[in-house]
């Protein structure tokens, strides 16, 4: 058994792992920005809220007790 030959492939196979979970990474990462992306602009299409609601002067005054 040629022990070099087994060394040189653990070694490429380590390498070869290494530039794989580096891939993995990058994907990973392109991911979550996008995701970043359209949680943004899901964000930006909702509809700023008024700051004086539509509601007749007399609600809202009184709070009813009776149990």
Do not use: C, R, Y
């Not at 040629?2 to 070694?11: E, I, P």
């Not at 994907?27 to 979550?32: C, E, F, P, W």
């Amino acid at each position: 058994m040629d022990l070099a030959a087994v060394a040189n492939g653990s070694q490429n196979n380590i390498s070869d792992s290494g530039v794989s979970q580096s891939v993995a990474v990058d994907v990973l990462n392109k991911a979550i920005n996008i995701d970043q992306t359209n949680a943004n602009a899901l964000l930006q299409a909702i509809p700023q809220a008024s700051t004086v609601p539509n509601l007749p002067a007399n609600l809202g005054k009184n709070v009813n007790t009776v149990a």
